[in-house]
């Protein structure tokens, strides 16, 4: 079992940048891979980044790849999700989100956090 809580969401204008973090709990953080998904208002929940267990893969959706960079640490148990030159079209709510295994699907993670709120204003 794998508690999951985001932080680091909010305002910011465009071009600017943020920081998600997401704190994990739990015996087996450190054998899951970890992505970061967001979500709009009628739209369906989306991949963003993703990371395995070890952190030495990483993989990104499009609409972020260049302007964001996933890591974790296992000692700490958390995970990071650094983003920047954010765009309007950025806004969303951000999910932080375990699987046992690197298929970032959102129907194949197994935990979810409540999400964060990330609004990027124009």
């Known amino acids: 079992q794998v508690q999951l809580v985001e932080s680091g969401g909010g305002l910011v204008q465009d071009g600017g940048s943020l920081r998600l973090s997401c704190a994990a709990s739990?015996?087996?953080?450190?054998?899951?891979?970890m992505g970061w998904f967001r979500q709009v208002p009628g739209k369906e929940r989306e991949f963003v980044a993703g990371?395995?267990?070890?952190?030495?893969?990483?993989y990104y959706a499009d609409s972020l790849k260049g302007r964001s960079a996933i890591s974790r640490d296992n000692a700490k148990n958390t995970v990071s999700l650094q983003m920047n030159s954010l765009k309007p079209e950025d806004t969303a709510v951000y999910y932080c989100?375990?699987?046992?295994?690197?298929?970032?699907?959102?129907?194949?993670?197994?935990?979810w956090g409540e999400g964060t709120l990330v609004t990027v204003s124009s």
């Open positions: 989100a375990a699987s046992s295994s690197a298929y970032f699907r959102p129907a194949g993670m197994e935990y």
């Open positions: 990371i395995d267990w070890d952190g030495k893969t990483t």
């Open positions: 739990g015996r087996t953080f450190r054998n899951e891979a």
